[in-house]
């Protein structure tokens, strides 16, 4: 029943790669004609640019904001009696989200292949992998490492919020403004992701932390944090807009969702769909980074801003994107 379901919506070959029978497109948010209503319908439909991920990641940095966070009067001075805890509550919710996801895809199976764009469960014992195990590897990059960076960054900021280094605005007298700015700090998200992506991708860079992240070329759920210090210090930098835009601690909080959680689902589940129940789902839209998981030199954005397309290295699962990357990386190598 599986394998006829895994046919209809897309096609596996005989080494047991699949791909969705349609095309990676973005959003319409930057098609000509501009098409304002389009847009509208786009953005509050489901799917679309809210539903489901930016608001349940959302709602997941609320939460953390609301009841898992110290007040602004206490991160004032650094402390470990506040600095610590922030550390401890992100290194179980790395552990709680991440490895529900691996459990639920890789050790129960619940979906078996139906949508998973490689047949093979991670790339098992190797010796380029830290203890020899993917999945030991990534866990602790992602536990250890990952936890360290993104509660540096969240300290720093709500000690910039706290001391005023930031101007933190009040949503009674700037609802509007908070509203617009949750809609568009997205957009920046993508354009963060691929500014840092694109550096990392340096020669220098790539040799000394960004192979590790490469290191999965079949991406599992524990892949999506599996950084270099390095890389984490780069990604999670993301707070650094702060400084220049006005915001509410919670502005920080709804991009800490994205860049904590996101990359697990939409990019390195190995899934394009995770299946609710028998005969519905939601879509984790990850081919496009499969792709660059599997081809090193293509598709470095995420998200609705089409960078990729504009810079020439999308690979949206077609023949001929495949054909104009080869010869691309060709002219690269001289």
Not at 30 to 48: N, T, V
Not at 299 to 314: H, K
């Amino acid at each position: 029943m599986l394998n006829m379901i895994d046919e209809e919506i897309g096609t596996r070959n005989k080494k047991g790669d699949w791909k969705p029978s349609y095309l990676f497109s973005y959003g319409p948010l930057f098609e000509l004609p501009f098409r304002p209503f389009i847009i509208l319908k786009w953005i509050f439909s489901h799917p679309g640019y809210i539903l489901p991920w930016l608001f349940f990641y959302g709602l997941i940095g609320l939460i953390v904001y609301l009841f898992l966070t110290p007040d602004l009067e206490v991160t004032s001075n650094l402390h470990y009696s506040w600095c610590l805890p922030i550390l401890l509550r992100n290194f179980i919710l790395i552990l709680l989200w991440f490895g529900f996801l691996h459990f639920r895809l890789y050790v129960k199976k619940s979906q078996s292949n139906l949508y998973k764009y490689n047949s093979s469960y991670g790339e098992g014992s190797k010796e380029k992998f830290l203890f020899k195990n993917q999945i030991y590897d990534n866990m602790f990059l992602s536990l250890v490492s990952g936890s360290i960076f993104i509660s540096f960054y969240e300290i720093l900021a709500l000690w910039c919020y706290s001391n005023n280094y930031f101007s933190n605005v009040n949503w009674n007298d700037n609802l509007i403004y908070c509203l617009i700015l949750i809609l568009l700090l997205p957009l920046y998200k993508d354009a963060h992701f691929y500014t840092g992506h694109r550096f990392l991708h340096s020669s220098v860079l790539y040799k000394y932390a960004h192979y590790v992240h490469h290191k999965n070329v079949n991406p599992g759920p524990w892949s999506g944090l599996a950084m270099h210090p390095i890389e984490h210090f780069i990604y999670f930098s993301f707070f650094i807009i702060f400084f220049i835009v006005p915001s509410h601690p919670f502005h920080f909080y709804f991009l800490y969702g994205i860049f904590l959680f996101a990359p697990a689902v939409h990019g390195h589940s190995g899934y394009e769909k995770l299946m609710v129940n028998k005969k519905s789902g939601v879509g984790t839209g990850g081919h496009a980074h499969y792709l660059h998981h599997k081809y090193f030199e293509c598709n470095y954005g995420d998200g609705n801003l089409p960078l990729d397309r504009w810079f020439g290295t999308l690979h949206d699962g077609s023949d001929e994107a495949q054909e104009r990357m080869i010869k691309r990386m060709k002219e690269r190598r001289g």
